[in-house]
């Protein structure tokens, strides 16, 4: 099968209308304060960053928890559960900003931007495509994407065995249609991924000491086309303020820092084609920004 052509362009999401950018001296206390608390936690938490086991330790922690709280009891809908009423405000990068948004603004964003950009690398293959996140937690991503119509079906793998279990739990209260989780080790296992659209959402960040081994291992599954949403270090520029400090953030965690250079020696020996880079200019906290980088088998 040839490859479609691929031409996302400029992402037609707009930014939220309610976020306004870090001006006042308040908002830089605030902002700094937020900073800070980020890397203190860092600190205290980097070896979680630098060992897989660590990794695995971490998430069954952060998802049992998700599973003993249950709090998707507490709500009638899907959307609501996903992105609950109130007037909470983030210190958030947006337009390659430091802004302040309201929690609810930005989460719909993230949406819309996740939607859309999937479905500019989903829409040119003309035949039934399945969708698969790799990391995909107790499944926010693909819940939100069935709770704004993604017309393709969805399926969800797992490292922890609790992220598995609160997904299909949330799945079964909201009788959710065509999703599927599983249970699977991106360092070990083989998954089941043959030729299906994949994408990652700050999932790999984790892997420092195996990006390239779990780049290598996604290409023995012959998957059709990988898409990911994940912090891009080579990217960065150390001489502007922003990007010194997520310089900075990435090497005090100890997250990945070699996606793109991976990804670069599996081009140059032929396994795969890189078909797009990008920026994408926003994430939740001030560090970490979300960039794009789409591949697929050679």
């Not at 809908?77 to 405000?89: A, K, T, V, Y």
């Not at 922890?160 to 249609?177: L, Q, S």
């Amino acid at each position: 099968m040839g490859t479609p052509p691929i031409d996302p362009g400029k992402s037609t999401v707009l930014f939220p209308k309610d976020a306004q950018r870090i001006g006042s001296v308040r908002d830089y206390y605030d902002l700094v304060s937020e900073l800070g608390l980020r890397f203190r936690n860092a600190l205290r938490n980097r070896r979680k960053s630098s060992d897989p086991s660590d990794v695995t330790e971490n998430y069954n922690s952060s998802w049992g928890k998700v599973l003993r709280q249950e709090k998707w009891l507490g709500h009638e809908s899907l959307s609501e559960f996903l992105n609950p009423r109130g007037d909470q405000q983030i210190i958030s990068t947006l337009d390659s900003q430091w802004m302040i948004v309201p929690r609810r603004s930005y989460l719909d964003f993230r949406l819309d931007h996740l939607k859309s950009t999937l479905m500019s690398f989903v829409k040119p293959f003309s035949d039934p495509v399945t969708v698969a996140e790799l990391g995909c937690g107790w499944g926010r991503n693909i819940f939100g994407l069935k709770s704004v119509d993604f017309p393709f079906p969805l399926r969800g793998f797992e490292l922890t065995p609790e992220g598995v279990e609160a997904a299909n739990r949330i799945a079964r209260h909201f009788n959710v249609p065509d999703v599927r989780f599983d249970q699977a080790n991106l360092l070990e296992d083989d998954i089941e991924i043959a030729d299906d659209v994949v994408y990652t959402y700050h999932c790999l960040e984790q892997i420092k000491y195996g990006t390239e081994d779990v780049l290598r291992r996604i290409l023995a599954c012959r998957p059709r086309r990988v898409v990911h949403f994940e912090p891009v270090v080579e990217l960065l520029n150390p001489y502007k303020p922003r990007d010194f400090v997520n310089l900075a953030y990435n090497r005090v965690v100890r997250y990945q820092n070699s996606l793109l250079s991976s990804l670069e020696k599996l081009e140059a020996e032929g396994a795969v084609r890189i078909l797009h880079v990008s920026r994408e200019g926003f994430y939740q906290l001030p560090i970490q920004e979300t960039c794009c980088v789409v591949w697929e088998p050679a």
